[in-house]
C-alpha cells in the first residue's frame, strides 16, 4: 500500500518553531518530487515548498519562504519541513505530498489526480 505519513503537528506560540516529518512507503519513489501544502479553514489549499527528487534548490510560497526550509532523506523515504517563526497565519492542516516529476509540475500533475498525498497533521499557532 502506498502511503505518505505525517508527523509532528501540534500547538506552538507566535515565534515559536516545528519540525514535521513525512515517511512514504509501499514503492520506490525514485524521481518523484515531495513536498509540504498546507489549508486552513475556509481557505484553499496553498503550496508552501517542494524539493526535487536530486535533493537540491528546493522552491518555496512566497508566505513562507526564508521562515521553513524542505529537505529529504533519499535513502529513508522522508521529507521533513522545518517551521521557524511561526505566526498565527500559519495554522493549519498541513499535508505532504509527492509526485512523479519536477517541482514545478506538482501543482499540475495533482489538478490530473497523479500525485500522492497524505492525511495530514495540524498544526496550531497560538498564545
Given amino acids: 500500500q502506498v502511503q505518505l505519513v505525517e508527523s509532528g503537528g501540534g ?30 479553514p475556509g481557505k484553499e489549499r496553498e503550496f508552501v515548498g517542494a524539493i526535487p527528487w536530486t535533493g537540491d534548490n528546493a522552491v518555496y510560497g512566497d508566505s513562507v519562504k526564508d521562515r521553513f526550509t524542505v529537505t529529504r532523506d533519499k535513502a529513508a523515504n522522508t521529507v521533513d519541513l522545518q517551521l521557524s517563526d511561526l505566526q498565527p497565519e500559519d495554522t ?31 498544526v496550531t499557532v497560538s498564545s
Avoid at 514535521?20 to 525514485?30: H, K, T, V
Avoid at 492542516?93 to 516529476?101: D, H, I, K, S
Fill in 11 to 40: 500547538l506552538v506560540r507566535p515565534g515559536g518553531s516545528l519540525r514535521l516529518s513525512c515517511q512514504a512507503s509501499g514503492r520506490p519513489f525514485n524521481g518523484y518530487a515531495m513536498g509540504w501544502y498546507r489549508q486552513a
Fill in 92 to 122: 493549519a492542516v498541513y499535508y505532504c505530498a509527492a509526485a512523479r516529476g519536477s517541482v514545478q509540475a506538482m501543482s499540475s500533475l495533482f489538478q490530473a489526480g497523479l500525485g500522492l498525498w497524505g492525511k495530514g497533521t495540524l
